[in-house]
């Protein structure tokens, strides 16, 4: 049995279980390992029996659900740097959406989600799949994929999407790109149906996030009397956009300080009814 699958590392990843027994029994033997990785194949959880461990969530990580540490394995933690790209992306346009310095027009963003936002979040997320976190790759890529979309919509004379919208009407484009962020707006609510096992941190990301899509959208479909997307619902969404590119980059960072860089490490605040929390009440019990 390798260092990386040994009882005792996989008890520093995963932690004690509720019973305060260790996450993986010490008397885990080879043929006990055959079996699980017999019933879950290759992968994250191919040495791990998920009815004797309980998986510790840590929103820094992008790991809601059961997902094994990338401490031990070759390849890095990808997350961080696909909040940070997120996070980046997303702060620029809320401060453009929020009229900051009276600025009114998105296309400076076009950079940062091509380069950054998009290009950058997506080999993030192919990286998570590497490492098989699932929620991970799927949330990243999703993202980077909707920040190279919506470069593409604001290339000046790229496809041609806004010209070609306006042309075939006044609301078109207003009512077309309302239609994007709606289903945006769901695909986020799907993802943040799988946080609310994982941390208060990890899930305010998620939650921000939503309320943004939501209220852009409301904003692009209902108009003010000019006929335009409602300043003060679009104001809105560029607030929770801000809340939420401020809790991508508060994940980011807690999935990067560790006791090797920092003389800190931030807290993410455990649900209770997470595995973790619910471990932490029994040991508060217990003591």
Sequence with gaps: ??????????????????????????????????KAAARFGYGPLAHVNTAEAQLRPFGGEFQPGLYKSVEHRKFGNPAPLGLSAFALTTFVLSAINMQTRGITEPNIVVALAFGYGGLVQLLAGMWEMAVGNTFGATALSSYGGFWLSFAIILTPGGFEIVKTLSSAGPYEFDDSFGLFLFGWFIFTTILLFCTLRSTVAFFLLFFFLDLTFLLLGIGYLHRNAEGKPNPPVIMAGGFFGFLSAFAAWYNALAGLADDSNSFFILPVAHFPWSPTGRTRKTERQTV
């Design 1 to 34: 049995m390798t260092t990386e699958h040994s009882p005792q590392g996989l008890e520093k990843d995963f932690g004690s279980n509720a019973d305060g027994a260790s996450g993986l029994h010490q008397q885990m033997t080879a043929e006990d390992t055959a």
